[in-house]
T-cell receptor, first 109, second 116 residues
Framework: KNEVEQSPQNLTAQEGEFITINCSYS?????LHWLQQHPGGGIVSLFM???GKKKHGRLIATINIQEKHSSLHITASHPRDSAVYIC???????????FGEGTQLTVNP | DADVTQTPRNRITKTGKRIMLECSQT?????MYWYRQDPGLGLRLIYY???????NKGEISDGYSVSRQAQAKFSLSLESAIPNQTALYFC???????????????FGEGSRLTVL
């Protein structure tokens, strides 16, 4: 079993829909990261959080430390949100990240 | 200009050739990483460096070597490339804080390597 599991692996939505991507982990962490990888390949960091909730524009990330679970929500989805979303955790030792396999999101107009 | 720059962005080479991928950053971060991405396997750590005198192996270091020439530069070498090293390679930096020992990640644009 992977230490970081994402679901779903693939997600197709219609423009305007509310989207949720889930991440569960099984190790002790200092923080959880949500990354976005566009079709061109580049990766950007969306959120880094260790508790509670963060919001940036239409994106919201939450984490429940007790349940070892995080969700990434996209409100009013748009085709430009189409990308691979990757969850990663930094362990309490702080030296490495463990990555999930990613969720491929496609938003159709 | 990007904060983390990788060169080359694309490279096609033949089995047995020596290849170097270069990474430079303007973030002023001490920590730098090289990752490899393969379809279905996610990102895997090859090497990492916490400062100029510190080099550490990651999960999949066999067949690779690195050099940290300066705080801003971290290069990855394949001494004798083989086809299963065909992948997308990413350089990244991070900046730890007291609240978060790892810190936020900043990635380069990626280097696509094909070994024939």
């Amino acid at each position: 079993k992977n230490e970081v599991e994402q679901s779903p692996q693939n997600l197709t939505a219609q423009e305007g829909e509310f989207i949720t991507i889930n991440c569960s982990y099984s190790v002790g962490i200092s923080a959880l990261h949500w990354l976005q990888q566009h079709p061109g390949g580049g990766i950007v960091s969306l959120f880094m959080l260790s508790s509670g909730k963060k919001k940036h524009g239409r994106l919201i990330a939450t984490i429940n430390i007790q349940e070892k679970h995080s969700s990434l929500h996209i409100t009013a989805s748009h085709p430009r949100d189409s990308a691979v979303y990757i969850c990663a955790v930094s362990r309490t030792s702080g030296s490495r990240l463990t990555f999930g396999e990613g969720t491929q999101l496609t938003v159709n107009p | 200009d990007a904060d983390v720059t990788q060169t080359p962005r694309n490279r096609i080479t033949k089995t047995g050739k020596r290849i170097m991928l270069e990474c430079s950053q303007t973030k002023g971060h001490d920590r730098m990483y090289w990752y490899r991405q393969d379809p279905g396997l996610g990102l895997r750590l090859i090497y990492y460096s916490f400062d100029v005198k510190d080099i550490n192996k990651g999960e999949i270091s066999d067949g690779y070597s690195v050099s940290r020439q300066a705080q801003a530069k971290f290069s990855l070498s394949l001494e004798s490339a083989i086809p299963n090293q065909t992948a997308l390679y990413f350089c990244a930096t991070s900046d730890p804080t007291p609240e978060n020992p790892f810190g936020e990640l900043f990635f380069g644009e990626g280097s696509r390597l094909t070994v024939l």
